[in-house]
């Protein structure tokens, strides 16, 4: 399926179902807000890492939250759909902003339920050992929900945007996690090592 969008090139990735704030500054992109606003419609957030990347998210405008007096605005939107960039054109006809032919990717949501398990854990025991309370739900949780919280660069964001399965995603993140805690577990010991000087310490008998 191929669709034309105004676009708006940024130094982040999109995940689908991500509610995204953002503060509007540009006149291109207020025209562009205003533009969807008034017109209905939607427009892609294009990821650019050192350059303008083929892989970005189709984004839909939800609300206007505040105009300032000198045009800029925040806004609020959600992410749906990952779409490939097959044309850019800067500026579209008549326009301010960019905008361009885009495809949107197909996306398996099937896992394995003893895979999903497996995510649930790992990602239970990294906010554990964060020292953040995150509740996660059976089911309301999947690859995108968390990612940005996880320590991710961009470029592996970008990486796991790219990949159209959910099984896919979901190994991934669990390489990436059982790389990161043992790391993390080590902090943790140090920290407990630490707490103990000053402390009068019991020393197991040496035979020799």
């Known amino acids: ?6 676009l708006f090139p940024l130094k982040l990735v999109a995940f689908p179902g ?4 953002l503060h ?16 209905g419609g939607a427009f892609g957030i294009c990821v650019y890492i050192d350059k303008l990347m083929t892989l970005g998210t189709e984004v839909e405008l939800l609300e206007i939250s505040k105009v300032y007096d000198d045009g800029r605005m925040d806004i609020k939107t959600v992410a749906r759909r990952v779409f490939e960039l097959i044309s ?10 960019a905008g361009g032919w885009v495809k949107i990717r197909d996306n398996d949501p099937r896992i ?24 996660l739900k059976p089911l309301d949780v999947n690859s995108f929900s968390y990612s940005h919280k996880i320590g991710l660069k961009l470029e592996e964001e970008y990486e796991l945007l790219s990949m159209d399965k959910e099984s896919e995603r979901t190994k991934f993140l669990i390489s ?16 407990e090592k630490i707490q ?3 402390h009068f310490k019991y020393l197991d008998p040496l035979n020799f």
């Open 18 to 21: 991500e509610n995204l704030n």
């Open 176 to 191: 990436y996690l059982m790389k990161v805690i043992p790391v993390l577990r080590g902090i943790e010991k140090a920290k």
């Open 24 to 39: 509007i500054f540009e006149p291109r992109y207020r025209q562009l807000i205003h533009d969807i606003k008034d017109n």
């Open 196 to 198: 103990m000087n000053g």
């Open 112 to 135: 394995p339920q003893s895979l999903y398990n497996e995510f649930l854990f790992y990602l239970k025991e990294l906010f554990r050992l964060m020292g953040q309370k995150v509740e």
């Open 88 to 97: 850019f054109d800067n500026p579209m006809q008549d326009k301010l902003y």
């Open 1 to 6: 399926m191929q669709v034309y969008l105004p």
